[in-house]
């Protein structure tokens, strides 16, 4: 039997962690704004904005982030092989290497990440801080549920 549900890509994935952290589109929405390229700023960035918007929050002001982890899953799990790398490599390497700066990414996030988020963060602990998608294979790219 077929599997009839979407899969996500990039166009999708901006908008999808807006949503899931409404704390970051100001921020996010200032920052595109300054941006001096000419195509409009993805997700290969959203993850070292993601950290600065954080870093500016105070500690007791730490939002929930299990609607920003559940969308990264999501998307790993639902997107087309160009999104899935992209959510590894703009958004959970950017947090992994941030770790040692912003601690509360490590009690805060990591512990929420699903399944495939965390194979994803697996790959990153193994490989020295960055996603190797030929060293990754989480099966279907699709979830089956």
Known sequence: MADDRPTYGLSELSEAILTAA?????????????WAQPDAPGAHVMGDQLIAALERLSPTAMPDLSHLASTIERFLVE???????????GILEPV?????????????????????SRLVWDNI???????RSDQFSPGTARSTM
Do not use: Q
Request: aromatic share 12%.
């Open 125 to 131: 602990l193994r490989n020295n801080g960055y996603f």
């Open 22 to 34: 409404p704390w970051f589109r100001e921020s996010w929405i200032a920052f595109c704004a300054d």
């Open 96 to 116: 992994h290497s941030s770790i040692d700066e912003v601690p509360i990414l490590e009690s805060a996030l990591v512990p929420l990440l699903g399944s495939r």
């Open 79 to 89: 997107g087309d092989k160009e999104t899935r790398d992209a959510v590894a490599i």
